[in-house]
């Protein structure tokens, strides 16, 4: 049996959980659970993103006839997100393996501080062998802070959880070079090295009333990914084992490559923004994080300049003023200032809550030309 400490994140559209019907097909969901519940063994860290609300509410409620508006969609949300989360729990209760629900908008990934509390509470799951199972808050979100389909949601929760890989699964084989529903001659194209025009021009919308935003969601969101280092494949949600086999490197679906080094895409997102302050540290602190490649903790710091928040940009720089790093901060400017030449121990007494005990992870910081 193979093991690996691998992330995947796995896209089900509401075309395969319900595979084409009016409802959840609970069996298919049984045989993706299945195939979850070996790769969780094999050590996989897995996360799902799920479609599916809408339709379980619509099917829920027995088909209402409600007005056209957006309330009445957040309605069948509201009512169906219950319904699609037992339904998953139930599912893995079979393996003995726990899940837990995380609803997301734009906003939550958008906002610097957020961002790091969505990151930290999937890596919490993670952590502990809790499968995340995610979906768009859609019973609240507004237009203005929704991402508005769940291609795009799962690229942003792959760079989140700096996946490996995101599967986009949904009702054909993979990416064709016209669509399939109005073309019965069109070709599977298996590899896509670089997103052109011409690849975009080709997606065309959905090719039912269930689904949104069909192919052309998902080469943004492939865009989106491999841009960060996440390699992206869609794949047949319906062919047997698909999870497991493109896991393991079998060839399904269309492949799309990685167009930048993933730590590198991670950083141009996280360092977007100009610094908000500067944290001026001792001399131990310079020596870890230059020399020794490690966080920076409190007890490094001697001063820090600027109002921020959890999760902003700020400088790092010496006592003599010369800047070193940038790095997106763990605590806010208020309580930096409180636990600066403390130890980490002291974080929880000082402060009255803790987010762990550095003051920036290394994996949040880029060092600057010597
Ligand atoms: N070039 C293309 N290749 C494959 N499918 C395409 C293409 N252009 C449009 N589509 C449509 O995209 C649909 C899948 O998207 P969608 O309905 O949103 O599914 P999901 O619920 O899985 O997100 C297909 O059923 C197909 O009709
Ligand atoms: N969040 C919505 C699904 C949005 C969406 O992108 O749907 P799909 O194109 O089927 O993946 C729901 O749960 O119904």
Same mark, same amino acid.
């Given at each position: 049996?193979?093991?690996?400490?691998?992330?995947?994140?796995?896209?089900?559209?509401?075309?395969?959980?319900?595979?084409?019907?009016?409802?959840?097909?609970?069996?298919?969901?049984?045989?993706?659970?299945?195939?979850?519940?070996?790769?969780?063994?094999?050590?996989?860290?897995?996360?799902?993103?799920?479609?599916?609300?809408?339709?379980?509410?619509?099917?829920?409620?027995?088909?209402?006839?409600?007005?056209?508006?957006?309330?009445?969609?957040?309605?069948? +949300? +509201?009512?169906?997100?219950?319904?699609?989360?037992?339904?998953?729990?139930?599912?893995?209760?079979?393996?003995?393996?726990?899940?837990?629900?995380?609803?997301?908008?734009?906003?939550?990934?958008?906002?610097?501080?957020?961002?790091?509390?969505?990151?930290?509470?999937?890596?919490?799951?993670?952590?502990?062998?809790?499968?995340?199972?995610?979906?768009?808050?859609?019973?609240?979100?507004?237009?203005?802070?929704?991402?508005?389909?769940?291609?795009?949601?799962?690229?942003?929760?792959?760079?989140?959880?700096? +996946?490996?890989?995101?599967?986009?699964?949904?009702?054909?084989?993979?990416?064709?070079?016209?669509?399939?529903?109005?073309?019965?001659? +069109?070709?599977?194209?298996?590899?896509?090295?670089?997103?052109?025009?011409?690849?975009?021009?080709?997606?065309?919308?959905?090719?039912?009333?269930?689904?949104?935003?069909?192919?052309?969601?998902?080469?943004?969101?492939?865009?989106?990914?491999?841009?960060?280092?996440?390699?992206?494949?869609?794949?047949?949600?319906?062919?047997?084992?698909?999870?497991?086999?493109l896991a393991h490197g079998v060839a399904v679906g269309t492949?799309?490559?990685?167009?930048?080094?993933?730590?590198?895409?991670?950083?141009?997102?996280?360092?977007?923004?100009?610094?908000?302050?500067?944290?001026?540290?001792?001399?131990?602190?310079?020596?870890?994080?230059?020399?020794?490649?490690?966080?920076?903790?409190?007890?490094?710091?001697?001063?820090?300049?600027?109002?921020?928040?959890?999760?902003?940009?700020?400088?790092?720089?010496?006592?003599?003023?010369?800047?070193?790093?940038?790095?997106?901060?763990?605590?806010?400017?208020?309580?930096?200032?409180?636990?600066?030449?403390?130890?980490?121990?002291?974080?929880?007494?000082?402060?009255?809550?803790?987010?762990?005990?550095?003051?920036?992870?290394?994996?949040?910081?880029?060092?600057?030309?010597?």
């Amino acid at each position: 049996m193979q093991n690996t400490n691998k992330t995947l994140v796995v896209k089900f559209g509401t075309s395969t959980l319900t595979q084409g019907s009016p409802k959840l097909n609970y069996p298919h969901m049984m045989e993706i659970v299945r195939q979850f519940a070996r790769l969780h063994h094999e050590g996989y860290r897995l996360v799902i993103v799920t479609s599916g609300a809408i339709a379980a509410g619509r099917h829920y409620l027995n088909h209402p006839q409600l007005p056209p508006t957006i309330a009445s969609k957040q309605l069948l +949300a +509201a009512v169906g997100q219950s319904q699609l989360i037992r339904t998953w729990e139930k599912l893995f209760a079979i393996y003995d393996i726990h899940i837990g629900q995380i609803l997301l908008t734009r906003a939550d990934i958008e906002d610097r501080e957020r961002f790091l509390n969505a990151r930290d509470t999937l890596h919490a799951l993670l952590d502990n062998r809790i499968i995340p199972v995610i979906n768009e808050n859609d019973a609240v979100a507004t237009a203005e802070i929704k991402v508005g389909d769940n291609d795009n949601l799962s690229a942003l929760v792959a760079i989140l959880v700096q +996946a490996d890989q995101l599967y986009l699964l949904t009702d054909q084989q993979g990416l064709f070079d016209s669509d399939p529903r109005h073309n019965p001659q +069109a070709k599977l194209i298996p590899c896509v090295d670089k997103i052109t025009d011409h690849i975009r021009a080709i997606a065309g919308g959905s090719g039912t009333s269930l689904g949104t935003g069909g192919m052309s969601t998902k080469i943004t969101a492939a865009d989106v990914a491999t841009r960060s280092g996440v390699e992206t494949v869609i794949a047949p949600g319906n062919r047997e084992n698909v999870i497991a086999d493109l896991a393991h490197g079998v060839a399904v679906g269309t492949r799309f490559s990685v167009q930048s080094d993933r730590l590198e895409g991670r950083k141009q997102w996280l360092f977007a923004a100009p610094a908000a302050g500067t944290i001026l540290i001792d001399q131990g602190a310079q020596d870890a994080i230059l020399v020794q490649h490690r966080s920076l903790l409190p007890a490094g710091i001697l001063q820090v300049e600027g109002r921020f928040s959890r999760g902003e940009v700020v400088k790092i720089a010496t006592q003599q003023g010369k800047d070193i790093a940038l790095g997106a901060v763990r605590y806010n400017s208020d309580a930096l200032n409180m636990i600066k030449g403390h130890q980490s121990q002291d974080i929880q007494a000082t402060l009255g809550y803790e987010y762990g005990n550095v003051a920036i992870h290394r994996d949040d910081m880029i060092i600057l030309n010597k």
